[in-house]
């Protein structure tokens, strides 16, 4: 007798159309940078580093990037930052990426995890800065990608945007490390927010890779 299985696939999150352009290069890390520069078109300061899916398998492509603090006994920063040109004040821009971080080294509380929006003038000047915190100790659930965002209407006098990813370890000791990958600006609305659980692989789609995603966790079982 031959027994078979029907796995339904609940299309929860709906598939993004058409993306609009990313105003961003080198959003996903795959392009190595010359020098002290890590990835082509970011600068980075800190504990700063690339992950060619060796900790965690990349949202896209291959490389991922991480941070996690100095364990300095006082503040220091993580940063990733770009600074995007030719932003038309009065419009609307949303910022996008997918953040991450492992079960035995989660973020603790004494980290604080921020992607930014940073609007500037001509001359770099801060103007409005929008920000969100994208890893949230002890709720941020680990092991699977987030997609996190943030939007604003850039100020008269905008004519550019400095993104930025933050890995603030406030107290100089809290433990924890987060990966960041696929950084979208674009301007208008970003694409829908899929964190639905049955994305297991944290792409923003509800798809097949999904359920093989499942299969595969199935079959290692419980140690």
Not at 175 to 180: D, E, I, P, R, T
Not at 202 to 216: H, I, S, T
Request: aromatic residues 8%.
């Amino acid at each position: 007798m031959d027994f078979r299985i029907a796995i339904p696939v609940v299309l929860g999150c709906a598939a993004t159309a058409a993306s609009a352009q990313n105003l961003m290069t080198n959003g996903s890390f795959e392009n190595p940078g010359p020098g002290f520069v890590l990835f082509e078109n970011w600068e980075n300061y800190g504990n700063v580093f690339d992950d060619v899916s060796v900790e965690v398998v990349a949202q896209e492509g291959t490389t991922s990037a991480k941070m996690f603090g100095q364990f300095s006994g006082s503040q220091n920063d993580q940063v990733l930052l770009q600074t995007v040109p030719n932003i038309n004040a009065g419009d609307q821009y949303t910022l996008s990426t997918y953040v991450l971080h492992n079960t035995g080294d989660e973020v603790a509380a004494g980290n604080l995890v921020l992607l930014q929006l940073n609007f500037q003038n001509s001359n770099g000047d801060g103007l409005e800065t929008v920000q969100v915190e994208a890893i949230v100790p002890g709720v941020t659930a680990p092991d699977q990608w987030h997609q996190v965002q943030v939007q604003g209407i850039a100020p008269a006098g905008t004519s550019q945007i400095l993104v930025a990813l933050l890995h603030l370890q406030i107290d100089g000791v809290a433990g924890g490390a987060s990966f960041w990958d696929n950084v979208e600006l674009v301007e208008g609305d970003g694409p829908p927010i899929c964190d639905n659980p049955a994305d297991m692989n944290g792409d923003g789609m509800l798809d097949f890779a999904d359920v093989l995603f499942f299969l595969g966790a199935f079959s290692e079982g419980c140690p």
